[in-house]
């Protein structure tokens, strides 16, 4: 956490100082703004014979060459991908703490414990979405409808843009994938405690999916039993239930937003014990009608 | 190693410096640079921030010194040998890449010559 918000910060302070200011932030800009004589940068698109690497940057405290795997078509995960290679320019190769990097989705996208890449992680997160220049677009509230307005803003993924709001509002969230309804990963945000069910999508929770290729983008959720989603007891807490909004994408992808708050809690006769970081009143989802 | 606040202060007295060594004032080393004039009269007025190592390499770019005259930091002290066993290591991994036959002739060119120099 501490490594990421360190990153974010560096990205957000040199974009100020070199006077970005609207969105969106594509990366081969910045790349090209932080080039000169001192330090001169390289940043190419290049199609690489390993599938398996998304972005490499090397390089020495005189100059850096990035290159980003041509062959990710998503030019959301493109430019994260590019922005965190820019990351490891910025904060590990001019300083040179560490001179080469090859990254692939391992580093990139899950939750990997290597500070240097969640540090990179950051700055991307950062770069691509500064606390800045999003706040005039975002009212607060983890939704559907306000992350996929962000993603198309910015340019960056849907899940990208979730981990960088769920880590500036710290609500406790959690971001589910399935793959024509089979369980694929997660990503929560810290003050989210409970344990997720790596269990596939019962048809009950597939039907409750908002196909986004024919629908607006949902703002709200649906209440349902905490246990469909989530182990509901931690640290002396028990969740009845839920609030849950899920969207189906293309290839069989389904994105659910899973996130909680007081009135959740499984009353025990002693009366709801409050939780630590809960969404405030005004941003309880409302259910769908 | 001085702290931040420190290293803020420094930085910010020599930027100043520079810059009216070459008779500039702040707009023409932020434009040169490539930074917002905002930006470095922040650095300037030194609100205690260090600039980001980008920021301080335009800076050092545009006054044309090299980064370590700005910060005061000591300059990294690489003696010419080293660079030069850093520059055989940077060649010596390409080994990898070339066939087994010609790793074996230049392990073996190497080996005849450290002999040489023995002698």
């Known amino acids: 956490m501490f490594e990421e918000q360190n990153g974010a910060a560096e990205a957000e302070e040199t974009l100020e100082a070199l006077g970005f200011d609207s969105l969106p932030i594509m990366p081969d800009q910045v790349a090209a703004s932080i080039n000169c004589d001192g330090f001169k940068l390289v940043f190419e698109a290049k199609e690489f014979d390993s599938g398996g690497i998304l972005g490499t940057a090397k390089g020495n405290n005189k100059g850096a060459i990035v290159y980003v795997n041509a062959r990710i078509s998503d030019l959301g995960r493109f430019n994260f991908t590019a922005a965190h290679e820019l990351g490891h320019v910025c904060m590990h190769i001019m300083p040179q703490k560490k001179t080469s990097f090859k990254c692939g989705s391992k580093e990139i996208y899950s939750q990997y414990d290597d500070p240097i890449e969640k540090e990179a992680n950051g700055f991307a997160s950062g770069l691509l979405m500064p606390k800045r220049l999003i706040y005039n677009h975002f009212d607060g509230d983890i939704n559907w409808l306000n992350i996929a307005r962000l993603s198309e803003l910015c340019k960056s993924s849907l899940e990208a843009t979730y981990r960088r709001l769920s880590n500036l509002e710290n609500l406790p969230t959690a971001f589910i994938i399935h793959e024509n309804g089979a369980f694929r990963r997660f990503v929560t945000s810290s003050s989210f405690d409970f344990y997720i069910e790596r269990t596939p999508l019962s048809s009950y929770q597939q039907d409750l999916a908002v196909d986004v290729k024919e629908e607006p983008y949902p703002s709200d959720f649906e209440t349902v039993d905490a246990s469909d989603w989530i182990n509901p007891k931690s640290s002396g807490i028990c969740l009845e239930s839920v609030y849950v909004s899920t969207i189906l994408l293309n290839d069989g992808f389904s994105y659910t937003i899973v996130t909680y708050d007081d009135d959740c809690i499984l009353e025990d006769g002693a009366g709801p014990k409050k939780l630590d970081n809960v969404i405030s009143s005004e941003s309880v989802p409302r259910e769908r009608s | ?119």
């Open chain 2, 1 to 119: 190693m001085p702290n931040k606040i420190d290293q803020a202060k420094i930085i910010s007295q020599k930027i100043k410096e520079l810059r009216e060594k070459l008779g500039w004032n702040q707009s023409k080393l932020a434009s040169e640079a490539g930074i917002t004039a905002a930006a470095l009269s922040m650095i300037e007025k030194n609100d205690g921030r260090v600039p980001t190592i980008v920021v301080l390499n335009k800076i050092a770019s545009a006054l044309k010194v090299q980064p370590y005259e700005i910060t005061g930091e000591e300059p990294q002290n690489i003696s010419e040998s080293s660079e030069r066993n850093r520059e055989f290591y940077r060649k010596w991994d390409v080994l990898e890449s070339l066939s087994p036959e010609d790793q074996k002739m230049l392990r073996g060119m190497a080996e005849r010559l450290k002999n040489i120099t023995e002698k």
